[in-house]
């Protein structure tokens, strides 16, 4: 079990987490809650896989990853009023997590042999697709469109990435890299509440 | 034509049936009312083909499906109100289609020499899915995440089809006592008004 | 490059515009805008290529579309208060992305050797189904369910396009045709406010 793997395992237990508490929070039952979880661990890969013809999905070729999130949820469940103490660390998960699944969806593309800006999406999907379906599930707006700057913080992870690449960088240090500069941005964004611009139409009266 | 393409019909029928119902409901036009027919009743299909990358999916190559649907959508216009008499058959018609939709998706995932947890999770995909794009596309929270035990005896139909199959029982059988179990769990769970339990998360003030 | 190719442009331009300025009514930030910009203009032919297996799919394999989107989605932000007075000529752009893009649905449905049915059908989503997904992320129910004959027009050229081609019409004279009728139609319908019949339900009471 290499370095990548174990953060890999620390990404799926944070989505997993996160899915779990949106779920309880809007009351779905037992199901809803196992359904959210897994939807928000394993949805950016699954979106990775096909849109690049990866088939059958990596879920369906690993399955440590299902008995992993089922075991997560349990705990979550158990566990729910505890979740509040963990919020920092949960945040910090999720960010990891982050920074995980983008590398995880560059080097996807790279093997793919796709163009670099199109690595770098795929990057940007694997990492925020989870929460997106989560989101849309719960019948609310995709928060990475409201809040924080989530997906930004994965794309330019990803544009460091392939410039590192690029350059012939050790893998292992791209993975660190990578990893930090993503959690670096939202630990900043988040502390200074700096969000992206909004454009409004001047409606005519 | 066997016993189980006369199972798939109706299942594809029952759905149809619902979807076109669920879109009159929330006063779609005509275009939409055949949408929500259509996808309610390929949709799972659909999600279980693109995952495992069976394409161009299934509808696509067995156009039989579409007439179908076509023609039902037709009728339930033209008897629309007629069909509050129905309801009691067309609910035991929509668990119908569970049960076979279900027992399709693990045995195209047995197939695809794909573990048992996935199988059964393929299943679940398969007669789940239509109900919740369905209930997307009409902008509610899927009913499987508010409603019933829908998803959940599904799964267990699931369970039951791969222990049957582990056990070299013969197909007919197993076809018959997955939907069978399907069937009972749903109508045991709606007559005595059973749902799985919440688990709310106490907010600290 | 071909009259088709300068079309497929037009098309993409006009639904990244759209999308763009839907993203700005809604009060999205920055990498908002640039995402419904975005999935606007490739959901559908997105859908497309994973249907029918076309993987990875066409956006990832040609970058020039990605580059385009990018450039028009600042030129709508920057120019979003004079949008207004382009209004018309946006419907107009809109309605020819209609076009062409169910024109190339159609088509990839018969170059995959399609039954006629599923190419219409699969032009009709390649045509629609990049608004359909901007609505649902926008949380909205999708426009092609509640206002004008959109998908309607697009289904009615899919079906001139398989007619002309099975009388072995030339190709250019098949594009042309399609799209114009798509067009008219288009025209006509929000112009005499011609709109599909709804059936609604009677309650008993």
Redesign the interface.
């Known amino acids: 079990m290499t370095f990548f793997d174990i953060l890999d395992i620390l990404g799926t237990i944070a989505f997993a987490i996160s899915g779990a ?1 949106s ?11 196992f ?2 979880a897994f939807v928000t661990s394993i949805g950016g890969g ?1 979106l990775r896989d ?4 990866a ?3 990596s ?3 690993n ?1 440590l990853n ?1 008995y992993l999130i089922s075991g997560v949820t349990i705990l979550s ?1 158990i566990f ?2 505890k ?2 103490y963990l919020k920092k660390s949960l945040f910090l998960f999720d960010t990891i997590g982050l920074g995980i699944f983008t590398i995880i969806g560059v080097e996807k593309g790279i093997q ?1 042999e ?2 670099p ?2 690595s770098v ?2 990057g940007a999907m694997t990492g925020c697709f989870g929460g ?1 379906i989560r989101d ?7 928060v ?3 809040k924080e ?1 989530y ?2 913080a994965s794309i330019a992870g990803g544009i460091c990435f392939m410039v590192l690449y690029q350059l012939n960088t050790p893998m292992n240090i791209i993975y660190i890299s990578t990893t930090l500069l993503i959690i670096v941005i939202r630990l900043i964004v988040v502390k200074y509440r700096i ?8 409606t ?1 009266k």
Chains 1, 2, 3 share one sequence.
């Open positions: 508490l779920a309880m929070n809007r009351k779905f039952d037992l199901f809803g809650i359904i959210i699954t096909v849109l690049i013809g088939t059958p999905v879920w369906m070729q399955t299902l469940i729910r009023n979740l509040d793919t796709l163009a800006i199109v999406a795929l997106v849309i599930l719960c019948n609310e707006i995709p990475i469109f409201r700057i997906a930004t969000s992206l611009p909004l454009f409004t139409v001047i005519k």
